[in-house]
Nanobody
Framework: QVQLVESGGGLVQAGGSLRLSCEASGRTFSRYAMGWFRQAPGKEREFVAGITASGNTYYADSVKGRFTISRNNAKNTVVLQMNSLKPDDTAVYYC?????????????????WGQGTQVTVSS
């Protein structure tokens, strides 16, 4: 069992930055692929970024070059650094863990989810 707790959301102006953190419980964090997803009002939850157990990273085209995902297996944390934020980035952001090597874009392939953290970008 893995419990995930996100933090770091908030209100920021367009062009600003936020750093989201996800802290995981459990001793087996390092074997999980991790993903960040987001859900805007009235829209489906979508993949944002993912990282393999060994640190290979993947991004949605909409955030490539602006967001960076990283992980620290010793501290059981995964971080999403978000720069050059746009109003379209406004959403609830979720951290998720998948018991497999690669992160995927498919929600049902993830085994554990955090409760989400709100990110609001004003124009």
């Amino acid at each position: 069992q893995v419990q995930l707790v996100e933090s770091g959301g908030g209100l920021v102006q367009a062009g600003g930055s936020l750093r989201l953190s996800c802290e995981a419980s459990g001793r087996t964090f390092s074997r999980y692929a991790m993903g960040w997803f987001r859900q805007a009002p009235g829209k489906e939850r979508e993949f944002v970024a993912g990282i393999t157990a060994s640190g290979n990273t993947y991004y949605a085209d909409s955030v490539k070059g602006r967001f960076t995902i990283s992980r620290n297996n010793a501290k059981n944390t995964v971080v999403l650094q978000m720069n050059s934020l746009k109003p379209d980035d406004t959403a609830v952001y979720y951290c998720a863990a998948r018991d497999g090597y690669y992160p995927t874009h498919t929600l049902r392939e993830y085994d554990f989810w955090g409760q989400g953290t709100q990110v609001t970008v004003s124009s």
